[in-house]
């Protein structure tokens, strides 16, 4: 979706507005119109985002996601499908709080990897990525458990060299 034409518009109407006033004031809004290019966009976006998210809230089976492709949106629709009950049911708690929407924003090389791996273990990609937080968290995945933020301090110093957080 190109958003040039919306910006444009704006920029063509400021310019208009100040047509009558005088030449100050109509080459400030020049200058305006000039700078306003990337807030008019951002703006757009934010509102595409907003309809995006009321769409998706009105549909069954289905999300519709806003990406950026370079400088310009570009609507995505994904299907989702059904997914035996291993796969839905890793977080043994993730039921019990309901569920919520968040966003993710990945690098092109990680998000196609993440594809990739859902499409081997036969999942979608939410719910292959429920499981890897959930195994990441609960330390099931055979690597290491999350550190806590602030680790403890030494009871003694036994030589070793000790890293961690400080504060102030």
């Known amino acids: ?17 100040t047509r009558f006033a005088g ?10 119109a000039e700078t306003l290019d990337s807030s008019v966009r951002l703006a757009l976006l934010d509102v595409l985002s907003a309809a995006a ?3 998706t ?7 519709i996601d806003v990406r950026l492709s370079g400088t310009e949106p570009e609507f995505v629709v994904n299907m989702t499908r059904p997914v035996d009950d291993s ?13 919520s929407r968040i966003t993710l924003r990945l690098s092109e ?27 990441s968290l609960d330390g099931s995945a055979g690597g290491p458990k999350p550190r806590p933020p602030f680790p403890s301090p030494p009871s003694g110093r036994s030589g070793k060299r000790f890293t961690g957080f400080a504060r102030s």
Do not use: F, P
């Open 1 to 17: 979706m190109d958003l040039s034409g919306y910006a444009e518009s704006l920029r063509r109407e400021l310019t208009a507005i």
């Open 23 to 32: 030449e100050d004031i109509a080459r400030a809004a020049e200058m305006l």
């Open 53 to 55: 998210d009321e769409i």
């Open 57 to 63: 809230a009105s549909l069954d089976g289905a999300t």
């Open 87 to 99: 796969a839905a049911d890793v977080g043994g708690d993730a039921d019990e709080a309901g569920s």
């Open 109 to 135: 090389g990680l998000k196609t990897r993440v594809e990739a791996a859902a499409v081997n273990a036969g999942m979608s990609v939410n719910a292959w990525l429920v499981r890897a937080i959930s195994r």
